[in-house]
């Protein structure tokens, strides 16, 4: 198992999601993915997406306005 | 992946307005309290565009936003929210484990608030015009904005028939979807007949919904025959769905006791059957859903959960007395005979210096009474090593001198 950071930090939507879906693709099986965020859209849409693959997902809050997206590729 | 152990006095399954309100009382409480939500804070009342009947809100609010104060407030009080998904739980213990992907959670007590969803027809388009777009669960919530209108009600049971005799008040006309023969509903009888004598109230037997339409807002239902698969289609403002709740007990089966429409079973303190573990809001079986009582039910779970978890720091502390000598004297304040009695027991008690007194007034909460499993009150509990030796429920000075302090 490995552990991939993404900063998508000061970004708009959709370009966290699509970040995010690209960035997966390069994931292994057990692998798992964090992805730093700023922008509330972000907080429902990556998530969202993350679920429909059936992935497991946990958002961290990391401050006002500032959040963790952890994403395990479980299959 | 290694799971990461953490503790905490308290963890909410679920943040709608029940778990959020629980997290309230339990943070304020000076409780290590988490709550896990696993997708969008604020739950099902997130949905609604608009609130109108939560009090303290006279121009109303958008469920989100109100959601987002409740939320605000609980972390204010030092909530530590987790947004993920609840894997599996074990409650049965005396330590209660909460499992997510990457946690293991261990704690003293749980409140359960994982609410429910409303069971949909599974119709075409229907994803489309959920909630504020014409579909809606709610007649008591959106009663007011069909208001000479045409609705339209799916269901027969009692529940849709009673909320389509409160839409009488406000709309024009009320449509009543049944999929049963001409004359037989799922409601009861009284319900039936009112329904029947409404003159606003229209009936299509042997119906199914097979789909939505409309521009932006719900314009038509097209309903099916059961029979003859003729459809009709049909104009309306909005249509309301009484098909049935569906609770979020999936994880809680065989652990917490359910109805058999699985919704959890909870006393008046919002205990279930299992000790130390509370439930509020949608998932327990109640007369009324709303955010407001939401609300209640998420505070007395949120009181009893601290008092459940004060009673077991007395119970190990006091009650237990380090596995030395230990007397207990349950008694029902509001008996002027069993208060008397303290006397009685105190003067037995100092005679006895090596044995802790302890006179616990079981009138408040039998939580420490329940603890010993003595249902007799008032009783005479004398314990050592941990364990009953003696209980007592005729207590006069001569019954307690023959208590054998071994």
Known sequence: MQEYELDCMGEACPVPLIKTQKKMEELAVGDVLVVHIDHSCAVKNVPEWARTQGYNVEIEDVDDGEWDIVIEKNK | ?406
């Open chain 2, 1 to 406: 992946m290694e799971k990461k152990i953490e503790h905490f006095d308290v963890i909410i399954i679920g943040g709608g307005a029940a778990g959020l309100t629980a997290g309230i009382y339990c943070g304020r409480a000076r409780l290590k309290t988490l709550l896990i939500e696993k997708s969008l804070m604020g739950g099902l009342a997130t949905y609604t565009s608009e609130i109108e009947n939560y009090p303290g809100f006279p121009e109303g609010s958008s469920g989100t936003e109100l959601m987002e104060l409740f939320h605000k407030q609980a972390k204010k009080f030092g909530v530590t929210f987790k947004g993920t998904a609840v894997q599996s739980v074990d409650l049965t213990g005396e330590e209660k484990i909460v499992e997510t992907f990457r946690n293991r959670y261990i704690a003293k007590a749980v409140i359960i608030t994982t609410g429910g969803k409303p069971r949909l027809t599974g119709a075409l388009n229907e994803d489309i015009f959920l909630y504020d777009k014409g579909i809606s669960f709610c007649a008591t919530c959106d009663a007011a904005a069909n208001t000479d209108k045409t609705v339209m009600v799916v269901g027969s049971g009692d529940s849709a028939i009673e909320e389509g005799i409160f839409l009488t008040k406000f709309a024009k006309k009320v449509i009543i979807s049944v999929m049963h023969d001409e004359g037989i509903m799922d409601c009861n009888e009284i319900a039936k007949a009112q329904a029947m004598a409404n003159p606003k109230m229209e009936f299509i037997w042997n119906s199914t919904v097979h789909s939505y339409e409309g521009a932006d807002h719900l314009e038509r239902v097209i309903l099916k025959n059961t029979k003859t698969q003729e459809l009709q289609s049909i104009n309306i403002d909005s249509c309301f769905l009484f098909i049935g709740y569906l609770p979020n007990t999936e994880l809680f089966q065989n652990q917490v006791a359910l109805t058999s429409r699985s919704n959890i079973i909870v006393n008046e303190r919002m205990e279930t059957n299992l000790p130390g573990v509370f439930a509020a809001g949608d998932v327990c079986e109640k007369f009324l859903k709303q955010v407001a009582t939401a609300v209640g039910d998420g505070a007395i779970a949120g009181y009893a959960c601290e008092k459940y978890l004060a009673e077991g720091e007395i119970f190990e502390q006091q009650i237990l007395n380090e596995g030395k000598k230990s007397l207990v004297y349950l008694y029902n304040g509001s008996d002027a005979v069993a208060r008397e009695k303290i006397t009685l027991v105190e003067d037995f008690g100092a005679k006895h210096p090596d044995m802790r007194v302890t006179c616990v007034d079981i009138y408040k909460s039998d939580g420490l009474a329940r603890r010993l499993a003595v249902k007799d009150i008032p009783s005479v509990v004398y314990l050592n090593n941990s364990e009953i030796k003696t209980v007592l429920s005729d207590i006069s000075a001569n019954t307690l001198s023959t208590i054998s302090l071994s």
